[in-house]
């Protein structure tokens, strides 16, 4: 986030464009831009089925609803008012609901912490339920792939989700763009990550605290500590509760009638908003980046609202889909990481390598995204259709999925990168003149000389970046 506030934002608000799709359009071209817009398609449909899901998965555990019910309501609750307002729906709701979901999420940790006599309170029982296991420690387990849950070591982490999926979804992804390309001014639009970044590392206590709870205090109806399994294992089918299902059950667990019903409001608030968020990006994407520039480039603008909102009901339509697609897999989690893996690092490789460096050429812009995915999506069927691959592609005969999905992402980001830059060395660059407000040592930033160094955007993200490595050191 402070990667893209001080370094990548600038290009894309000063370029003028309304999506990353668009930006690719100004630096490498026509083809660059249209592989882009359609990889944004499938992933946010795909993204919009995280949410509709977990939704669905609220109802069921808290209320009783019947999951396929569920998503259905869910869904045509979220087409309406997106339909409607477009964009500016969606944005106005994701402001109510921030506090909805803030409000109403930090009632299980706070509840939970109380219950367990605090942080200390709540190692020691993770300890006691679990003694081979260390949930509790960031970076002091992570020397060796043996070591850890996930069977993965630092450099995958590091490397992997560190850099390449965190990087790339924060800067690349079409969802978080969007929005900040909608404030008032480049100033503006440098702060809106940046202060994002301070409400992001607060995340892991209304995300990460339940999850650790729910290895402490969770048990079943013979007051046995309950297990959890995978959402796409036989006992999951078979009614016994998943990893997916840790949050709502906390919820349940901590919340009376009235305080559950602010739980689940803030829950699903959420949920809404991120479905409403993904549904309209696609709308957008669709519309603008391959609707109007590659099949009807002379209708007017009522035409093209409309076709946003027919759009948005289509959207809808196919994220009921992949609805059902993320039950297939152990958790959302591996899910998610999976999709980030597929589109989120190539892009990332071909849109940072555009703005860093004025080589680059349109082919080798548009042959490193198509390789550097292809080549990512077939790591992930070569693992499916043997196994053994995986201690290959994760480096360690002890890595599991989400070790995968990692490593995997980082080898794709490699390729992409390798790919652009041999390309770009051996086809003709853009003209210099052509790349202003889109490189750098081709643009002059504004500068914000008159400005006092506690209204610069850079001295928030010095502040940030403190509070996050003092983070690191706490939870090493």
Partial sequence: ?????????????????????????????????????????????????????????????VLGWDIHFSIWVSSITVGIYVALGGLFAAIFNEVLQFFLIWLGALLIPILGLIETGGWSGLV???????????????????????????????????????????????????????RILAAKDLRAAKLAPIIGS???????????????????????????????????????????????????????RYCGPGLLGLGITA???????????????FSTVWTYDLYRSFFNKTASDDHYVKMGRWCTILGVLISIGTAYLVMQFASIMDY??????????????????????KRA?????????????????????????????????????NAKPMAENMYRALWSWIVCATVTIVVSLLTRP??????????YGCTVLPSEGDLPIWKRPIFWAVASLVVFLVLQWIFW
């Avoid at 992001?200 to 297990?227: C, E, N, Q, Y």
């Avoid at 990481?337 to 589109?343: D, E, I, R, T």
């Avoid at 853009?430 to 490189?439: A, D, I, Q």
Wanted: proline fraction near 5%; include cysteine.
């Fill in 1 to 61: 986030m402070l990667f893209l506030g001080i370094v990548m934002m600038p290009f894309y608000y000063i370029s003028k464009t309304h999506s990353v799709p668009g930006f690719l359009q100004l630096r490498y071209g026509e083809s660059a831009r249209a592989l882009a817009a359609t990889m944004f398609t499938f992933m946010t449909l795909f993204m919009a089925g995280i949410d509709m899901y977990a939704m669905a998965l609220v109802l069921k555990v």
């Fill in 124 to 178: 020691a029982r993770i300890h006691q339920n679990f003694p081979q296991g260390d949930y509790t420690h960031l970076w002091s387990t992570m020397g060796s792939a043996a070591n850890n849950p996930m069977g993965i070591h630092w450099t995958g982490i590091v490397f992997g989700l560190g850099f390449v999926i965190s990087f790339g979804y924060w800067t690349t992804d079409f969802l978080v763009v969007q």
């Fill in 198 to 252: 301070f409400f992001k590392m607060a995340v892991p206590f209304i995300v990460i605290v339940p999850g650790l709870l729910g290895l402490a205090v969770l048990t079943d109806h013979s007051g046995h500590l309950l297990r959890l399994v995978a959402a796409s294992s036989d006992a999951a089918k078979n009614g016994a509760p998943t990893y997916n299902e840790v949050l709502p059950l906390m919820l349940a």
């Fill in 267 to 281: 829950l699903i608030a959420g949920f809404m908003s991120g479905m409403a968020g993904n549904v309209s990006a």
């Fill in 336 to 357: 998610v990481q999976a999709l980030f893996s597929f589109f989120i690092a190539p892009l990332f490789g071909t849109v940072v390598l555009g703005m860093l460096w």
């Fill in 361 to 397: 050429s349109p082919a080798g812009g548009f042959w490193g995204l198509l390789c550097g995915t292809v080549s990512s999506v077939a790591m992930w069927g070569l693992v499916r259709a043997n196994p053994h691959m995986l201690s290959y592609i994760a480096l360690s005969s």
């Fill in 430 to 439: 853009k003209p210099v003149e052509e790349l202003t407000g889109l490189v």
